[in-house]
């Protein structure tokens, strides 16, 4: 009877619209109930009331309301099965158990009736099936389980009308509704029943909801309204303060039910973009994404943060702020990257399979593609280039799509770069942009004309290739050299090779080791080294520039330091490469030339390298040059041309006596004197 009472008590309360304050002391009792009620009747009225009652549904809470009736099901069914096997008149699960279970099932969902739509239908049938599948695989019968997820399907579907025709404010707290719902049970839904949702209409309904809606990420405009509070305070620092509002605004906004689940709403997202029947849609969504990030970047530009470099912000930001504040920022950043970009993947990966729409809009889906990645590159540079699988596989997936169109790659780089491409921009967003146009640059280098490359590409890398000392541009300018060899190595580009190889060979001794590791200055020379070799038109027009290379590279290797490399700290060398002295380099430099090089040279700097070994003092740097050479002659680096020429050299023109036991060659046994010279023991 007591239970009874409490009933009575709390329905009175629900049809009270000034009851809505004490919602979560109502929905608290109302789970209680929902386990302690023995009548199936009185456990139908309560679910209806809760589906309907003004104190809940008047002036909801957004989705926050949402949620919590979706968790006061899912509790009550959790409790139920608790009960039971805690019960210790019932040992293990039995068909009494079952059965009043089902009985209770049945009752909750009769109490979804036309005095409430279909959307807070999915809500508690949301709730049920969470609630029984996620109690240690016990509970309910897979048959009942199977019911469930096909009664959130249909729902579902039948919910979709009603954000057609609601009004503004249902519509997104209908939409809302749905996502976070799915969201959470789409995992659990059967694999088939998952196939029978009317993606067509749900894709457009959740891709609005994420992006733009209120509930969602706001076209991203919380970035722009952040900036009022992010104010200078003592000295040159500035704080962005947790008791601001818009702090507090972002702290709702990241624990809020969207963005919580970010990842498996895109992952659900993509799941529909995979079962659309109308591919027309897809091009649409394309169309959605690349306004909102649009959005994005530009609410990013008016905030005071995007003028800070990351290197700049130890030094500009307070303590608290570097803590606190931004680390929310940024989370809610890098899962706006990851959802865009699982998202996205989706669309091009249908977009391929479909061959969607006509043969011409391959490029302009493509540059969209990329529109997006660059418009979202302020924050996935921050995190490497690797960092994110999806974003590389979208990134190739585009540049390959748009390397087949030479007229539209050539305008969309002409579109992206820097408006004065002769100077390094001073602001950090234009830099990080210069680092996209340079990334995007050296995959399309070989479907561009030399004259693009010389106008558009060389013209853009110069001013980074002539950049040394400052950190914060290392990234552009390894990307620069990049550009640059990509350039020289295209086979149409044979004249700009001839124009620019001296430049940028002196550009490159310069830089290293100041602003290159170890691993880039020798893959920058072999690639070099390469170019100026037959079959390549430069080998013909200066068939001795290979050798010219190297013998300044050797020069070096004679006046360089012995000393171990003390690399700037934002330079990354491999995790497995050992310590290595400027001197050491030059001479690996060297060997790992030596397969680039044509035939007829092979032999003779073979010799030369011999002889370069003989300079380095330190023995385990003299080990690991030998070592090297053997894995340059042994381990099939050598083409069948090269390589009999290189064993020859080893066991029949003295190689091995030369690197194993440091003889010299003959020519380097006797000094070479001019007739009437004075040798060195000389004591005249």
């Not at 013909?540 to 330091?561: G, K, N, Y």
């Not at 700097?605 to 070592?627: G, K, P, Y």
């Amino acid at each position: 009877m007591a239970t009874e009472r409490s009933l009575g008590t709390l329905l009175r309360v629900l049809q009270n619209p000034s009851s809505e304050g004490d919602l979560s002391r109502l929905l608290a009792s109302a789970t209680t109930l929902l386990t302690l009620l023995h009548n199936p009747l009185n456990v139908t009225l309560l679910t209806s009331h809760l589906l309907s009652a003004p104190a809940i549904w008047q002036n909801p809470n957004g989705l926050a309301t949402s949620l919590q009736i979706l968790s006061c099901f899912s509790a009550a069914s959790r409790n139920l099965l608790g009960n039971e096997q805690s019960n210790p008149a019932t040992g293990s699960h039995t068909g009494r158990e079952e059965s009043r279970q089902v009985e209770w099932l049945e009752a909750v969902v009769k109490g979804a009736n036309e005095k409430s739509p279909r959307w807070r239908h999915l809500l508690m049938l949301g709730g049920l099936l969470l609630g029984f599948h996620g109690h240690d695989g016990l509970g309910l019968s897979l048959a009942y389980r199977r019911r469930l997820s096909e009664a959130i399907v249909k729902a579902t579907n039948l919910a979709l009308t009603e954000v057609e025709f609601g009004s503004e404010a249902d519509k997104e707290l209908i939409a809302g509704s749905l996502l976070v719902t799915l969201s959470r049970v789409f995992d659990v839904l059967d694999d088939f029943d998952r196939t029978q949702l009317d993606h067509d209409n749900i894709l457009p309904i959740f891709i609005d909801c994420l992006f733009f809606s209120p509930s969602g990420l706001q076209w991203g405009y919380f970035l722009g309204t952040m900036d009022k509070d992010v104010v200078q305070s003592a000295g040159d620092k500035f704080a962005w303060s947790i008791a601001s509002s818009t702090y507090i605004q972002m702290q709702k906004l990241a624990s809020g039910p969207i963005l919580a689940t970010m990842g498996s709403n895109a992952r659900m997202i993509a799941y529909c973009i995979d079962h659309i029947t109308n591919a027309g849609l897809l091009p649409m969504l394309l169309d959605d994404i690349l306004k909102f990030t649009r959005s994005l970047a530009v609410q990013w530009r008016q905030n005071k943060l995007s003028e800070l470099d990351i290197a700049d912000e130890d030094a500009f930001l307070e303590e608290k702020t570097l803590k606190t504040s931004l680390p929310l920022l940024w989370q809610v950043l890098k899962s706006t990257m990851f959802a865009s970009i699982t998202i996205l993947r989706a669309v091009l990966c249908r977009i391929l399979g479909d061959q969607v729409g006509p043969h011409g809009d391959v490029p302009l889906i493509a540059i969209q593609a990329l529109h997006i990645q660059r418009n979202l590159y302020f924050i996935s540079s921050r995190l490497g280039q690797n960092a994110f699988s999806q974003l590389t596989f979208t990134f190739l997936i585009a540049v390959d799509m748009i390397s087949r169109y030479p007229i539209q790659a050539e305008a969309f780089l002409r579109e992206i770069r820097s408006t004065d491409c002769d100077h390094i921009p001073q602001h950090p967003l234009d830099r990080c942009h210069d680092l996209f146009f340079l990334n995007s640059a050296e995959n399309l280098a070989l479907a561009l004309s030399p004259e693009t490359n010389d106008n558009l590409l060389v013209r853009a890398c110069l001013p980074y290739i002539g950049s040394t000392g400052d950190p914060r541009l290392l990234e552009v300018f390894e990307a620069a050299h990049s550009v640059m060899l990509a350039v020289l190595a295209a086979p149409q580009d044979d004249q700009l090779a001839s124009k620019y190889l001296p430049l940028y060979v002196d550009n490159l001794l310069r830089a290293f080791p100041a602003n290159l590791s170890s691993r880039q200055f020798r893959t920058a020379i072999r690639i070099l080294t390469r170019i100026a070799s037959p079959p390549s038109a430069i080998a013909e027009a200066q068939p001795l520039f290979a050798s010219t290379l190297l013998e300044i590279v050797r020069d070096r290797a004679h006046h360089a330091s012995g000393e171990t490399i003390k690399h700037n700290a934002s330079i990354e060398e491999d995790k497995d490469t050992p310590n290595l002295s400027e001197q050491t380099v030059m001479i690996l430099t060297l060997i790992d030339s030596l397969p680039s090089l044509p035939v007829s040279m092979l032999e003779e700097w073979l010799d030369l390298t011999a002889d370069t070994l003989t300079i380095v003092q330190n023995e385990q740097q003299l080990h690991i040059c030998r070592q090297r050479l053997w894995e340059v002659l042994h381990d099939g680096e050598m083409d069948l041309a090269r390589s009999p020429v290189c064993v020859e050299w080893w066991h029949t023109k003295g190689g091995k006596q030369r690197i194993m036991f440091d003889f010299q060659s003959p020519q380097h046994q006797h000094q070479h004197l001019m007739t009437g010279g004075l040798g060195e023991a000389s004591k005249l």
